[in-house]
């Protein structure tokens, strides 16, 4: 069954990939993501320098949410420009989203231009991440002037690469945040970043669970206030959107879909039904569109708008 989706041009074989900072660490770990099924991977979010994360416990998680601060550690971007180019060179490969983050406007615009250089098939944008404030300030995706400035220098630089941006959802008017984006050249969103920060405690010690003590949230619990800020998005833009937070299943991605989303990201579902999450969900998917007769999954984008 064709489940491909053309989104900026690229062709995805099917409309799960592998969301930022999970498992898309090396070459050898995005190849074993796509042999899984997915129709796309992104980078973990690469830093112009070795960057590193927080200490450990960064991460825990129950049935129905996870909470993570790792930190965004990461090997700088020639290190990423070995294990990308890794990823690039093997034929049986699916696109490649190539996720960059920086604490300044001027980082910003170099880790793009390298990024462009290595050659993804997409560069995602992450001005988003909840567990870096204490390094960084609050994220750039909170603030509409600032979220369209990074956007405009990644723009300028990035040749003929589509870019995209991801949003956080801790904002007030996450719509507001998508068009000033757009207006700045975005050439797509994606949504959400985790939620939060977050915190939990062992009530056994009353302490917080991780080191860093908060952290973002993730996992089936932010779905449904993930699919609404998607559906906030895709109503006031028209550039595509990609949508994620807590999806598990091929319901879970239709979902998304009917929302706005063109193609939808998996991050800790990987820790819900293990590497083969991407088959798996296509598969449900694929029964789904033959029980409902959807005879191209583009007619579903949006449906619910
Ligand atoms: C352990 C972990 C690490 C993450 N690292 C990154 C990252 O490096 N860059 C990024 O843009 N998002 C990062 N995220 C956010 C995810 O890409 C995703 O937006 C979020 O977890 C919601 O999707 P999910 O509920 O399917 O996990 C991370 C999430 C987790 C759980």
Sequence with gaps: MNLSIDFLGVTFPNPTVLASGILGVTGDSLKNVVRNGAGGVTSKSVWLERHEGHKNPTMMGTESFYINAVGLPDGGIEKAREELGKYLDWEDRAPLIGNIVAGSIADFKSVAEKMAEIGPDIIEVNISCPNVEHEFGKPFACVAADAAEVTKIVKNVSKNIPVIVKLSPNVEDIAAIAVA?????????????????????????????LANKVGGVSGPGIK??????????????????????GVVTGRDVIEFMMAGASLVGIGVGVYYRGASVFEKITEEIEDWVSENGVKNLSEIIGKAL
């Design 181 to 209: 984006c757009e207006k700045a050249g975005a050439d797509g969103l994606v949504a959400c970043n985790t939620f939060g920060p977050g915190i939990v405690i062992d009530i056994d010690t009353a302490e917080p669970v």
């Design 224 to 245: 449904p206030l993930a699919v609404k800020k998607v559906m906030d998005i895709a109503s006031a833009v028209k550039i595509p959107v990609i949508g994620m937070g």
